[in-house]
């Protein structure tokens, strides 16, 4: 949903344009996604029942299909990492190269969750994003995100990832049978960064 100007593979870790400190003592870390993280995916998936909402990946076959498609021209897909680098999250924008937008997702394995990671993961690939390309970032000028109005974890996320409540899409979502509203949240290149630490990114 936004213009990319650099290679999608490309990792920023050079550039340094997230305006974040980071903090690596924790050994968690950010690295583009690859083809050889579909086991990791898999694992992500089978870690707990609310990821069948994420995505139907229920055997390798599938994972292996899920990675392909993150890794589409169209997309940038960043892998949260731990300490041996194996996938534990993820952060992806699908890119509108025209508007100069892209919508903005993320999960995380159930172990991994309740320590902001997460939340530090969405808000340095959001600062990546809206960074121009002069300053070493991908030249976004908008993200956008929706998340169930019964997801406070997805929230809390978007607010710490400097993401602002636009508004509510009622019943947006059919699941189990109910209808969900969503609420729709974006944030502006102009608008405040967040402060809370960042994740480092590795090559």
């Known amino acids: 949903m936004q213009?990319?100007?650099?290679?999608?593979s490309r990792s920023p870790a050079a550039s340094g344009a997230s305006?974040?400190?980071?903090?690596p003592e924790d050994g968690y870390g950010l690295r583009p996604v690859g083809a050889e993280d579909a086991l990791a995916v898999l694992g992500a998936f089978r870690s707990a029942p609310d990821m069948a909402r994420q995505g139907g990946v229920r055997t390798l076959e599938q994972a292996h299909e899920q990675v392909a498609w993150l890794l589409a021209p169209q997309r940038r897909a960043t892998a949260i990492v731990n300490a041996e680098d194996w996938l534990v999250g993820l952060?992806?924008?699908?890119?509108?190269?025209?508007?100069?937008?892209?919508?903005?997702?993320?999960?995380l394995r159930a172990e991994h969750r309740g320590r902001g990671l997460a939340s530090r993961a969405a808000a340095t690939v959001a600062d990546q994003a809206l960074t121009p390309t002069a300053g070493g970032g991908w030249g976004l000028e908008r993200l956008e995100l929706g998340h169930r109005v019964n997801n406070p974890a997805s929230a809390a996320v978007a607010r710490a990832a400097g993401f602002v409540d636009e508004g509510v899409e009622r019943g947006k979502f059919l699941i189990d049978g109910e209808r969900l509203d969503v609420r729709i949240c974006g944030r502006l290149r102009s608008d405040p960064w967040p402060a809370l630490p960042g994740l480092p990114w590795r090559p």
Request: proline letters at 7%; hydrophobic letters at 40%.
């Open 3 to 8: 213009p990319t100007t650099d290679d999608a």
């Open 19 to 23: 305006a974040l400190p980071t903090t």
């Open 91 to 107: 952060v992806a924008i699908t890119v509108d190269e025209e508007n100069r937008s892209g919508w903005f997702f993320y999960w």
